[in-house]
């Protein structure tokens, strides 16, 4: 298979990262089984709930890095096993997806050597996959977290307010200045929870990407999350999954 496709979702807390990220692996599952890859960048870990998959919370990055850093012979302590392989390990597997937790963030101090060992390890596993769909990818309050080195697409999540518009604006100032050897190749904003009222267009031309889709406020939605049921129970009319299927048309074609 040739390099998978990598998707980042990112944008203000509790804008709606986690639910768009499941859904679309949800989708991606269905469509492309065993062929998806999922990674929890986001150390709160929800999908194992919206995804309802059962996980080994131990079985993360973080603690994986933990578990390296001090040996003089990194090679060794993996048994002369690539990076890609090790990760293997830790991954966890779902029905027609995988879910890679990234777990807490790093603590200081500086493992340079064995963060640049996992990323590299990371950016191999993704080829394994034909998408990878990164939950809460690092916005601008902790860019040193990326997860991933090349994204082919950054999904910037926003309600309605002015202040998540600001953050999208933020997020996308720094994603696309290609600092911290990131590079993004296609940027987009997600409106979620579009109510009747209007987007405020020129709060939404400043954040500087074309919006890739909106998403209605979803009561049926809501409830699931709320009473932590696995959106993979969704029903099939509930109005944000044609939203995100949409979403996830353009993401493809792209
Ligand atoms: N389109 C929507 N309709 C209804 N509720 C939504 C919608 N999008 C998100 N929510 C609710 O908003 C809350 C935060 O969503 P979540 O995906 O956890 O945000 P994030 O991952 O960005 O922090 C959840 O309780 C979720 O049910
Ligand atoms: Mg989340």
């Known amino acids: 298979m040739g390099k998978g496709k990598t998707v980042a979702i990112t944008g203000k807390g509790g804008t709606g990262k986690s639910i768009i990220a499941s859904l679309m692996v949800t989708m991606l599952a269905k469509r492309y089984p065993g062929e998806v890859l999922a990674i929890d960048a986001d150390s709160a870990m929800s999908l194992p709930y ?10 993360t990055i973080t603690a994986m890095r933990r578990s390296i850093v001090g040996y003089n012979d990194v090679k060794k302590k993996m048994n002369d096993r690539p990076m890609r392989e090790v990760i293997r390990d830790i991954v966890h597997h779902g029905d027609g997806f995988d879910l890679l937790l990234m777990g807490r963030p790093e603590e200081p101090g500086c493992y340079c050597a064995v963060n640049d060992l996992l990323r590299h390890g990371m950016d191999m596993l993704v080829q394994d996959y034909r998408i990878s769909i990164v939950d809460g990818e690092a916005g601008p309050e902790q860019i040193n977290r990326r997860v991933l080195k090349d994204l082919d697409t950054l999904l910037v999540v926003s309600d309605m307010s002015a202040r998540s518009l600001e953050t999208a604006r933020g997020i996308v100032k ?7 050897g990131i590079s993004v190749r296609k940027a987009g904003l997600v409106l979620n929870r579009v109510k009747n009222d209007q987007p405020l ?4 031309e400043k954040v500087g990407v074309p919006v890739v889709g909106s ?6 939605l809501n409830q699931y999350d709320r ?17 995100v299927e949409s979403i996830l048309q353009s993401v493809l074609a792209d």
């Open 50 to 59: 919206t995804l309802g998959i059962q996980v080994d919370p131990k079985k």
């Open 174 to 180: 720094i994603a696309l200045a290609n600092e911290n």
């Open 201 to 204: 267009q020129a709060l939404v």
């Open 215 to 220: 998403i209605p406020e979803d009561p049926i």
């Open 227 to 243: 009473e932590g049921r696995s959106l993979r129970e969704l029903p099939a009319e509930a109005v944000s999954i044609a939203a």
